[in-house]
């Protein structure tokens, strides 16, 4: 989980630890990022998106509290887009 104390937040601090997050993880040869964020979350939900993420899907009642929430889904592989792109078409 990544969070921001709200006294905090606009000045760049999310996008700058998700970009992190990214690089460590492409350093570790992963083909693809997914996370989830509440339905709710406008701001991380645009932030991700800013930053390449695309909307998956959306889990219904995946926190314990019953919130749904978004699947969200960075590939980091060209080879990974084109087999998921040539996949979707069926």
Do not use: C, P, Q, W
């Amino acid at each position: 989980m990544l969070a921001v104390r709200e006294e905090h937040r606009g000045k760049g601090i999310a996008t700058k630890l998700v970009r992190m997050v990214i690089d460590r993880m492409i350093e570790g040869d992963a083909d693809e990022i997914a996370l989830e964020t509440e339905v709710t979350n406008t701001a991380a939900m645009k932030l991700y998106e800013r930053l390449g993420f695309l909307r998956s899907k959306r889990l219904h009642r995946y926190y314990l509290n019953g919130n749904s929430a978004f699947r969200f889904l960075l590939f980091v592989k060209e080879s990974v887009t084109a087999y998921s792109d040539e996949y979707d078409r069926g």
